[in-house]
Structure formats: C-alpha cells, structure tokens
C-alpha cells in the first residue's frame, strides 16, 4: 500500500511476515493474516485514522496502512520501534523510561 522508508519497513520481519515464502513454515498462517490487515486497512482506514498495533515487535504491518495515519506501536518489552512499553500484565506503561498516561480508547484499531 505505502512505500515507508523508515526501518521497520525495511526489517526482515516486514518482508517474512506480508509477503512470506512459501517454504517458511508459518507461510499459511502469515499470508492470511497479511492478506486480512491488507483488506481491512484498505477497506476501513481513512487518511488521519489512528492505528494501535498492540504487540507492534518491528511493526511490520505498518507499510500496509496510509501514510498519513498516526500508527503507534505498543509492545512488553524495550525496541527501537515500540513507542510505548507495557506490562504484560497490561499495566505501568512507559515512554521512553518515563511514566505516561494511555487510554486505548482513543484508537481506533
């Protein structure tokens, strides 16, 4: 859909997961879910939507959706693409090492 040239779109994870090979053993169950993402962010995200992708790792599904969508990635554990941390409980949430409010209420996906 997009052409991101930040480096989640750039990371192997992106490439395995929407467009795997067919002899990666989880080919079948990465090509419907990135065949799903792909139709429900062409169908029902509008330009400006908000995008909350829980669990982002390298956020590989982010070249999928608009451009111009605020995407925000929410993962357990520190990278260099989660913008926001949480328990796994889902509890203290962090930005940057410092604590923040987050409602998820206000994400539309």
């Known amino acids: 859909m997009n052409n991101h040239n930040s480096g989640y779109s750039k990371s192997f994870e992106s490439g395995r997961r ?9 080919y079948c169950l990465l090509r419907g879910l990135a065949d799903m993402i792909r139709r429900f962010a062409n169908q029902y995200v509008k330009p400006g939507a908000r995008i909350l992708d829980y669990g982002c790792g390298a956020k590989p599904y982010r070249p ?7 995407y925000v990635g929410v993962d ?4 260099s693409y989660a913008d926001h941390v949480v328990a796994p409980s889902g509890g203290c949430l962090y930005r ?10 206000r994400w539309y996906i």
Do not use: V
């Open 18 to 26: 929407i467009k795997p090979a067919l002899w990666h053993a989880d």
């Open 64 to 70: 999928l959706f608009p451009d111009d969508c605020e």
């Open 76 to 79: 357990t554990c520190a990278s």
């Open 96 to 105: 940057m090492g410092h604590s923040t409010s987050f409602s998820p209420r």
